[in-house]
């Protein structure tokens, strides 16, 4: 679980992620384009996430984003339930079902530009 989130649940915050790579889900109109974002922090720059997959929204699209990318967005914590919910019970046994927590309905997506720091040689 993401024991920092859920100390936040439910409020809107800044997070910064950097950006991994796109993957595909089953949605109910066929397969959707996801983002994967790595190392999310929030505005403190203390890291509450390794990792948290997102829709592919216009937001995130626009950035047209190569892997590498750090990336700031606002968003809002939400506890989801996850698990195996099936009969099948070694697979309930495998993966309990639990709370675990999320950022949903990213706004204000944007990257980040570091500074580069000039390296001089000797």
């Known amino acids: 679980m ?4 859920k100390q936040i649940d439910e409020q809107r915050c800044t997070f910064t992620g950097t950006f ?9 109109c066929g397969p959707m384009k996801t983002v994967l974002l790595q190392h999310i922090s929030d505005e403190d720059g203390y890291e509450v996430a390794d990792h948290l997959w997102f829709n ?3 937001g ?3 950035l047209n984003m190569q892997p590498g990318d750090v990336i700031q967005f ?3 914590v939400q506890r989801y339930t996850k698990g195996y919910c099936g009969r099948d019970w070694e697979k309930q046994i495998e993966h309990p079902i ?6 949903s309905r990213p706004t204000k997506i944007r ?3 570091e500074d580069q720091k000039m390296i001089s040689v000797v």
């Open 98 to 103: 639990r709370d675990d927590y999320k950022l």
């Open 111 to 113: 990257r980040v530009i």
């Open 60 to 62: 995130f699209e626009a």
């Open 2 to 5: 993401r024991k920092v989130l």
């Open 20 to 28: 991994s790579r796109f993957g595909i889900k089953n949605g109910y």
């Open 56 to 58: 592919l929204t216009k």
């Open 74 to 76: 606002d968003g809002r």
